[in-house]
């Protein structure tokens, strides 16, 4: 789960993940194919400040602010959660492009996250996705922030589980609407 202000890469540049809306294009990685890909769901969640950490790669100029557990893939492809990825290793990128991590910042105070959505006390809103490739109609993880990382998005099972009944129909509405 990331900040709501999180760039995701999109094929005509880059976009906010809070302004993504059901059926808009990302670029996401099905397999080992680089393609088009569809927003099926997009996930607002309360979290505490306690599971948000922001990360700094080297040649980003933002840090990236997302749930400890959110999960991104080192360079053997093997997933690792956020609060895993140790200063100086790398993570798998956009091209085959490694990030190397040089800093970690553990949150402590409201403030340190003051450009976020506040959703009570200590608690703030991050932002996951759920993909779909736009070619073969099948639920696809992966997606790519502005950096270039690649991280993963929300499996279906998993938005089944979180979607309370009025989020399930507008979700079907949307669905059959497209």
Known sequence: MFSPNTKIY???GYVKIRKLKINDK???LDGIRMCVGTVKFRQ???IHRDRI???Q???SDKKIICSQDEIFYDIQDQPLYASQIEIGEFVKGLHHNH???IGRETIEHDDQLSKLEKAGHHEFFLYNLLLMDSKT???VKRFYLNSGVLTKGLEFTEVEKLMSPEE???HNYMEEKS
Do not use: R
């Open 10 to 12: 999109a094929p005509d």
């Open 26 to 28: 990302i670029i996401i």
């Open 44 to 46: 607002k969640i309360q």
């Open 53 to 55: 950490i922001k990360l």
């Open 57 to 59: 790669f080297e040649g």
């Open 99 to 101: 990030h190397k991590l």
């Open 137 to 139: 109609n099948q639920y």
């Open 168 to 170: 399930s129909a507008y």
